[in-house]
């Protein structure tokens, strides 16, 4: 059961209104945050095994696989799960996708040997317990990678403390994760470190 089930109802509700228009709605940010940049950095580690993508909404990252990679891509949101699989039918290769809670992921222990997400965990209602998940279901010596917005340092942080009530209201995505201190929390460890745009969007590799 989610740490707040009707929060986590709210939100399945809204990912699946928005997930027609979705990529519409988040482009100008991809273009200007530099996601994409941050994406295929994320990818250059991604070489080849068993990989979960948790939080994989409308399969944004499907052109970034690897093909020696066998690809779970999972999402709270059957709706945006629906797009990924539309998605995934002009290409190629063979994308298993299943709809699944980042706070109570239907896998194995020790079942991949990657976790990666990409803008996920500034909204999983409580996303310290969403990571000690993705690091339940990740083999020894396996790794972590995010990409991930995050609260800045110093007078930006505290702007974003005063919007981030309704910014989560109005968007979904809280804007001042501590996700460096969660990732820790979760009991895991941070190997590396990039950063994507200004102090507060990054790529995390953790173990």
């Known amino acids: 059961m989610p740490t707040f089930p009707e929060t986590t109802k709210g939100l399945v509700r809204r990912w699946n209104r928005r997930a027609r228009l979705y990529d519409r709605l ?3 940010m991809e273009r200007m945050l530099g996601l994409v940049r941050g994406r295929a950095w994320v990818f250059e580690r991604v070489a080849k095994g068993r990989v979960l993508e948790v939080g994989a909404g409308t399969g944004k990252n499907l052109p970034y696989y ?3 990679a066998f690809v779970v891509a999972s999402d709270l949101s059957p709706g945006m799960l629906a ?6 039918r002009d290409r190629s290769r063979a994308v298993r996708f299943v709809v699944t809670d980042a706070e109570d992921l239907a896998f194995r222990d020790g079942a991949f040997d990657t976790v990666l997400a990409t803008c996920v965990f500034c909204t999983v ?3 310290v317990r969403g990571l000690r998940e993705a690091r339940r279901v990740l083999k020894d010596g396996g ?4 990409l991930e917005h995050m609260r800045p340092q110093g007078f930006l942080g505290r ?5 981030d009530p309704m910014a989560s209201r109005l968007m979904g995505p809280h804007i001042n994760r501590r996700t460096l201190d969660n990732i820790r929390r979760a009991g895991l460890v941070v190997v590396e470190e990039r950063t994507v745009f200004s102090d507060w969007i990054k790529v995390i590799v953790a173990r």
């Open 66 to 68: 690897p093909e020696r």
């Open 26 to 28: 988040t482009a100008p």
């Open 125 to 127: 209602p409580d996303p």
């Open 159 to 163: 702007l974003f403390d005063l919007l």
């Open 83 to 88: 797009r990924a699989v539309e998605k995934a």
């Open 143 to 146: 790794e972590v990678i995010l």
